[in-house]
């Protein structure tokens, strides 16, 4: 069948295989450019591992360090008439690409919060690789539940203490307004912290440690973000500020967990960039469309894949020590947040409006760059021919076929 774009908020309900397929081969292309990483990890466990700075993580650990792969995700499969979830197409498509070059590459789908694909991993990690080098932790979810007490926390995005007021940007009719959002509850928090804080990270590691599935020396990443003061009411202040304060916690509790393998944990703190969850924050979609306007323009825009080949190539590997903030994180950000950049951000931001937003910003770059994300807008595809859709991964944990 044909495949075209139907957008409906910040989800595209359609995905293009061809497309996505095309789309993980540009950043392995680029990770091939950039050589080599000298030292790097050889046996990787990525955890939210099919779209985004996940899909970027195993990238660069199979085509950048020669890696074997095992990625961890909750992707939809084909089914009759209705595609698969992009990170599906992703996925088959990595893996294809991986074999080719004789590296090893398996896949497990499901609810990576359960204690069932944890142990799945753990055992799939024990049989055919022994022990990783390198934990990945890279999940985005609204929701989580918790395997200790069966309970379904749901994620706020929520100010704390006071109404929220700015622009903000409707991205299906490409309008500037204003929004308010009231002040997150105890309970709002206490959620938000449960589905996006450290607690599962800290129970993959426990439970990868006391399998003895960590090698000497293991490293283990997660993924956050601060972003500028103008999205601090929300963000960093907000419910998902208090999660990402935990998760920030857990990384000095966790490598003192790890010191007896000589291992560490660190948050490494990465750049604004389109993601289904950055499209859904409010303020967010404006404020990198302006962003990406004044990086291209002083030649320091990152995507994903680049933002990863930098973290290990500058910080994890290539004999680096990781450059630390004050609070112990990666400063992936760097880039986003020099001044000239920010200043030059906040003039953008006091000016723009519908009227002028095309204009000042790079609107026509989100709204590409999120097409990408579901495999549509890559160049030499042809949108016009018919998709296979039926695209097959022989998942580790349940071996299954496209319906």
Known sequence: MIMKPKVR??????????????????????VKEKGPIADGPKKVLVIGASTGYGLASRIVSAFGSKADTIGVFFEKPPEG??????????????????????????????????????????????????????????LASPKRKNPRDGQVYSSTLKPIGEPFKAKTLNTDKGLVHDIEIQPA???????????????????????????????????????????????????????????????EQRA???????SGIKGSAVVA?????????????????????LLFKVMKEKGTHEGCIEQIQRLYADHLYNGKTPKLDEDGRIRMDDLEMEASTQKAVMDLWDKVNTENLKEISDFDSYTADFLRLFGFGLPKIDYEKDSNTMVEIELANAPQHAQ
């Open 252 to 258: 000095k509790k966790l490598t003192s967990l790890l």
């Open 9 to 30: 908020g910040f989800i595209c309900v359609t995905t293009h295989p061809a497309g996505c397929a095309a789309n993980v081969n540009e950043q392995i292309s680029y």
């Open 185 to 247: 509850t105890d309970e709002d928090i206490k959620n938000t912290v449960e589905v996006m804080g450290g607690d599962d990270w800290e129970l993959w590691i426990d439970g990868l440690l006391k399998a003895g599935v960590l090698a000497e020396g293991a490293k283990t990443v997660a993924y956050s973000y601060i972003g500028p003061a103008i999205t601090w009411a929300v963000y960093r202040n907000g419910t998902i500020g208090k999660a990402k304060e935990d998760l």
């Open 81 to 138: 008439e209705k595609p698969a979830t992009a990170g599906w197409y992703n996925t088959a498509e990595f893996e294809k690409q991986a074999r080719a070059e004789g590296l090893y590459a398996r896949s497990l789908n499901g609810d990576a919060f359960s204690d069932e694909i944890r142990n799945a991993t753990i055992d799939l990690v024990k049989r055919d690789l022994g022990q990783v080098d390198l934990v990945i932790y890279s």
């Open 269 to 289: 703190v990465n750049k604004a960039v389109v993601t289904q969850a950055s499209s859904a924050i409010p303020v967010v979609p404006l404020y990198i469309s």
